[in-house]
């Protein structure tokens, strides 16, 4: 069963990217992709058709970004006008549109198939993804986040990335330009990444449960030493129940170009999704 899963799984991703690769401005609607899947000789399973989420998750997904205010500052109190340049403030300027991206994802049962899209940004800067779990319920009280590092976002990677994302943290690494949650932009500001996920990117928990328990205990030497692996929810801030300030952001790394694993470090904060 999971080799037919994941046969499926990347079918479908194929697909997406298939109609990716003819609009290069991304798909304008998700009827597009429908109709490739329609025309395709895929055929999927009933009982994975009756665990897929049609209604209020969905099974596919084509949304806009938020852009995040260029003068305000991310969580570690930096700015994309200050690092990045006021040119890449992602408004209109002599030779430039308004920075824009954009989220695909197609998601069956347990997995999840995620495409972004970034345009006019900062050209061949680093860029990460990153999901939060942690929110505020309706009278205040906190709850969720990381049991890795406490902190309220994870990188947007599936749960089996967990150990190579974790040697390349602050405790142990001085940081790299190639994360499995990230991309750099060209000369023109485009990038794109996919990301295949293996848990629900909606309704879902994320896995943390997946990191070896060699790198589980480095974290706990080096860096938090009541770390647990355990799945945690994912926040969606679109639950009235819920207070939180995004369910996926996209940040930059305009200061030192390099990422750093499980931390997201110092950054510029450019979209939020949901709006």
């Known amino acids: 069963m999971k080799r037919i899963i994941k046969f499926l799984g990347d079918t479908l991703l ?9 609009n290069t401005a991304f798909a304008d609607s998700i009827s597009d992709l429908n109709k490739s899947l329609e025309t395709s000789t895929l055929q999927l399973p009933s009982n994975l058709l009756s665990s897929a989420t049609f209604s209020k998750t969905g099974l596919y997904l ?6 995040f205010g260029p003068d305000l ?30 989220l695909m994802s197609v998601q069956i049962g347990t997995h999840t198939w995620v495409y972004f899209t970034l345009k006019n940004a900062r050209p061949n800067t ?8 942690k929110g505020t319920d309706l009278e ?25 994302l974790e040697n390349l943290s602050p405790w142990n690494s001085p940081g790299s330009s190639e994360l499995v949650n990230g991309f750099t932009t060209n000369s023109m500001g485009y990038g794109n990444l996919t990301i295949n996920l293996d848990f629900p990117l909606r309704g879902g928990r994320y896995p943390f449960n997946k990191i070896s328990n060699d790198a589980l ?6 860096q938090n030493p009541s770390a647990k692996a355990i799945p945690i929810a994912i926040v969606n ?14 940040v930059s790394h305009c200061q030192d170009g390099m990422g750093h694993g499980l931390s997201p470090a110092n950054r510029e904060t450019w979209f939020d999704w949901p709006q």
């Open 126 to 133: 680093l860029f990460t993804v990153w999901l939060r779990v």
């Open 14 to 22: 194929v697909t997406v990217l298939s109609i990716l690769m003819y």
């Open 140 to 164: 205040g009280n906190s709850f969720g986040g990381s049991p890795l590092t406490n902190g309220g976002a994870t990188p947007l990677a599936a749960g089996t990335a967990l150990d190579e």
């Open 62 to 67: 084509n949304q806009s970004f938020g852009r």
């Open 237 to 250: 801030p679109n639950d009235a129940n819920i207070d939180a300030p995004f369910g996926v952001r996209i």
């Open 73 to 102: 500052p991310s969580n570690s109190g930096h700015t994309v006008f200050e690092e990045c340049g006021d040119s890449f403030d992602g408004n209109d300027y002599e030779g430039q549109q308004p920075a824009t991206a954009k």
């Open 217 to 222: 205990e480095n974290i706990r030497l080096l």
